[in-house]
């Protein structure tokens, strides 16, 4: 069974600070990996996916995440953070195409620091 | 990208009683899910609702509580039955749109509160 990991609950950064949010999955074959943010009160909005090729992957809002099968990781970045930023991420793992239902991390809320 | 919408946006219920939700999409999807997100928790896959099928409902969650329709290739409802305390959650409608990467969508969430 896929499983997904997410060990921070939650970090706090300054803004302008540059960001790293941590998440490890586990699955037997190549994973579909998402990072999705959910600001409060919203719905889910997907920032960034992989699916093959080029490990590292660009995502909206400046942010990027990279897949690192030898670690099972696929961490999000960004470089600088902003104070719309702060929000809810989630990192998500889907078995395969055709049958998207994912399987979610407990999130990492993320609170940015004047 | 496709857009969903969800109704309610929120709703507060009686004990025992049932609510529907409804999830509308712009485009036709094959595929459509519903997700519970307990308070302060991840969001847990209830089922999969596919159009001129019944729905596919993973652990822990049976149609009896939750019955769901999909008549169409652009809608879907989910009714959360019998309602207790417990079922305070946001619900939250998705799609895969197969015409742009497969990317999932998601509704924007009924936040239901039972007393």
């Known amino acids: 069974a896929q499983s997904v990991t997410q060990p921070d609950i939650h970090i706090t950064v300054s803004e302008g600070a540059s960001l790293e949010l941590r998440c490890n999955y586990s699955?037997?074959?190549?994973?579909?990996l998402f990072w999705y943010v959910q600001s409060p009160g919203q719905g889910l909005q997907l920032l960034l996916k992989?699916?093959?090729?080029?490990?590292l992957v660009q995502g909206i809002k400046g942010f990027e995440a990279e897949f690192k099968r030898s670690q099972s990781s696929f961490n999000l970045r960004k470089p600088s953070v902003h104070w719309s930023d702060a929000a809810e991420y989630f990192c998500?793992?889907?078995?395969?195409?055709?049958?998207?239902?994912?399987?979610f991390g407990t999130g990492t809320r993320l609170t940015i620091i004047p | 990208s496709a857009v969903i919408s969800q109704k309610p946006s929120r709703d507060i219920c009686q004990r025992g009683t049932s609510l529907t939700i409804q999830c509308q999409v712009d485009?036709?999807?094959?595929?459509m899910f519903w997700y519970r997100q307990q308070p302060g928790q991840s969001l847990t896959l209830i089922a999969t609702?596919?159009?001129?099928?019944?729905?596919?409902?993973e652990s822990g969650f049976v149609i009896d509580k939750f019955p769901i329709s999909r008549p169409n290739l652009t809608f879907s409802t989910l009714t959360v039955s019998n309602m207790s305390p417990e079922d305070s959650s946001i619900y939250l409608c998705?799609?895969?749109?197969?015409?742009?990467?497969?990317?999932?969508?998601f509704g924007s969430g009924t936040q239901l509160s039972v007393l």
């Open positions: 998705s799609v895969a749109d197969r015409t742009t990467n497969e990317k999932l969508f």
């Open positions: 699955y037997g074959a190549t994973p579909y």
């Open positions: 992989y699916f093959s090729g080029d490990t």
């Open positions: 998500a793992v889907g078995a395969n195409f055709g049958n998207e239902k994912l399987t």
């Open positions: 485009s036709q999807v094959t595929m």
């Open positions: 609702a596919n159009q001129g099928s019944e729905a596919t409902y």
